[in-house]
């Protein structure tokens, strides 16, 4: 059967057009590609399984530091404080910290940073939340309010924020830190040491709040406090990273950008990867997921915030200097 | 598809795009109210926040009741303000600080109206600072998210006014581009099946019967094709059939016009040829009756009468048919005549009778008219011949001759005071041959009326008669103005 003139004339159009956008397309995905393989560059950083990395794993699944032209490897560490250790001693390019780690890596030479002979620049922080770390008492060890802690053993991890939670804590509740005994021990360790008793107070940030408090709910409480404690989880690099690499950062950041914004699109799938990344729970992560914004700032809150860590430190004797900061 | 249903498909689409449009506009319009209220509640709670951090600073620099009691009512305002807040729900960090702040708040306040609970002034110092901080913070992240959001807010009102509208537009034009494209391939459809509708019939009005319309379509003017091709069929055979008949007929009448003319020729021929043996004889007859007349008894000379009187009859009946045989065969030259001189003419001719009977006789003014001079004037010789023989003795005899001019026609009438004819023969009278008297009573031959019939046809008129018994006659007639030869 012979197709109408016309007709024919569409059909060569429309196969002409299709015809043209595949090769547009296909030239662009080549390009693209080419330019990735070729001029990826090289990041390490260090991070830790704080549910605060979620823009990290997020930016890494996606591929969002490869859009913006970076072949980041995320290097898992037990606490920010470690991560700055590798970031002073040049193993890693920039390191994700906390902000007690990263005043004590600039005003405290005893601390982190003894040998450190480059300043720290804080390029951004990642979240903001407000009581993601608590202070959790067990119940069978006589603990329901703040100053039964008076005795008991304290978990403690050191050169963390925790060490100014608890701080404020005790002083809020005018405990002197000789009334309680404390027992230096990562937030990982604390956990399983708290469920077998070892110890009677663990002060940790989340998921792992939330895995003691509901898991089981009847042996933990978690001791109040009217001093809030924010926490922020700074992206931290050397002053000379920054000066030298200022587009790495650039594109470090808007990557953790893109990240934070699909995981406002994307819960619910940044929960599954978090939990399958961290290893804990989904419903964990979940609720400790939900007490916390993604959003990536630098603001005066954050610059007071640091100011009270710092009078802290000055009020605890741990620098001598206050020009540092 | 029927172009009824499409057309109220179009009408339908087009309902839904206004209606989808003006709902689109509604929900527009209500989006970016909503989006105003928003932002008004979060400029309100911003600047309620901000002095909320101005009073913590009064506060903690001098601890009047007044700030606390401004406080607490900017607290309460805050508060209210951000579970209004639909957006605030959303940023944990906004509905944690809030808490953040009135419990910061609260210990200051316990801190210094109950200084007994923190006896060490060193430590109360140190609280009070860290609650400060607290409070200060706290106040400058609420400032910068209600900021980041009310900006936001500002940003969705934009987009609402323009990047919405645009939306709008990329629905609009698409959606009128799409009823302009359907109804323009309708129309086009349409408009094309019309013409090849109009095309068929002009060349089927031009006489290309076999003319068909292709018009393969599911719609009416497919069906419109369908019966017009039908209705050309059927016109068709009846044409044809028309045709056949009409060849027919074309036969028939050409038989008829050569049988008429076959036997005009032979009355023409016969009259011709009897009439000289007839002569003869009447001639033969009359010199019988003259020179034998005193040696045959009456009897003889009565039947030699007779004889030479029906020689003469047949004589004025050949002569007569010979006439008849002649209008429209020889009698056919038209031309005008002028009326007044021709029945003066035929006035003269009866004017020893006209005389003799006192006929009164009256001729309205006549024009000229186009006719066959000849045969007019047999027609008027009939009819006043007619009108002067059929009277009563006793009568005095009145001949009327008029004209009326109508619209196609002359009709001219001739009426007596005569005897009149009695209604059943008033149609009979125009038959050849056709006598209502016997030769002794009114002589005649019965082809005078006759005669004028078949003129009046020759002048494509009609001619009839009103009469009453007694009450004399009317012969009207009729001559067309329009004739040729």
Known sequence: ?325 | MSIKARLNIIVFLSVVTIAGLYLYIVKITLDIDQELAQVEKIERFEKDVFQLGLVTEYYLTDQDERYETAWISLMNSVEELSGQIEVFKQHHIVAESIPSIHEAFNLILEINNEPELYPDAELRAELLQRASIRIRADVRQLIASSGKIFDEHLENIRILQVDQRLDFLYVLIPAILALILLAYFMQKKIITSLYKLREGARLFAMGRLDQRIELKQDDELGELAGQFNDMAAELDTLIEREKLLNQKLEKQAEELKLSNEELENFASVASHDLKEPLRMIRNFMELLEKKYADQLDETANRYIRFAVDGSRRMTSLINDLLEFSRIGRVYNEFEYVDLNQLLEEVIQLYEPLIEENGTRVKVDAMPKVKAVPISLKLVFQNLIGNAIKYQDDESNPEIEIGLKSLDTHWQFWVKDNGIGIEEEYRDQVFQIFKRLHGPDEYPGTGMGLATCKKIVEQHNGTIWVESKKGEGSTFYFTISKNLNS
């Open chain 1, 1 to 325: 059967m012979n197709k109408p003139a016309n007709m024919n004339k569409l059909t060569a159009w429309t196969s002409s057009i299709f015809a043209f956008l595949v090769s547009i397309s296909l030239f662009l995905s080549c390009t693209a590609e080419n330019r990735n393989s070729a001029e990826l560059i090289p990041v390490t950083v260090g991070i830790t399984s704080f549910i605060g990395e979620a823009a990290s794993f997020v930016a890494e699944e996606k591929g969002f530091f490869k859009e913006n032209g970076l072949d980041v490897t995320l290097q898992i560490n037990n606490a920010g404080s470690e991560s700055v250790r590798q970031l002073i001693s040049g193993t890693i390019d920039i390191a994700h910290v906390a902000e007690t780690p990263a005043i004590f890596s600039t005003m405290d030479e005893k601390h982190i940073s003894a040998d450190r002979k480059d300043e720290l620049q804080i390029v951004a922080n990642m979240i903001l939340a407000n009581r993601i770390q608590k202070v959790i008492g067990r119940y069978d060890s006589g603990i329901e309010h703040p100053q039964d802690i008076r005795g008991k053993r304290v978990a403690l991890a050191a050169d963390t924020q925790l060490e100014y939670l608890l701080d404020s804590f005790l002083l809020e509740h005018q405990i002197g830190m000789e009334e309680i005994d404390t027992v230096h021990m990562n937030v990982h360790d604390q956990v399983a040491a708290f469920k077998n008793g070892e110890i009677d107070v663990a002060v940790v940030w989340e998921p792992h709040a939330t895995n003691l408090l509901y898991y089981p709910e009847e042996l933990a409480v978690e001791l109040p406090t009217r001093l809030t404690y924010s926490t922020m989880w700074l992206v931290v690099v050397l002053d000379r990273y920054s000066e030298e690499n200022p587009e790495v950062v650039s594109a470090y950041l808007r990557s953790l950008l893109k990240a934070q914004k699909y995981i406002r699109e994307n819960p619910q799938w940044a929960v599954q990867l978090m939990s399958e990344r961290t290893g804990v729970h989904l419903e964990v992560v979940t609720k400790a997921m939900r007490q916390l914004d993604y959003e990536l700032s630098l603001s005066e809150r954050t610059l007071s915030l640091l100011k009270e860590q710092k009078n802290w430190m000055i009020y605890n004797g741990y620098t001598a200097s206050s020009d540092n900061l």
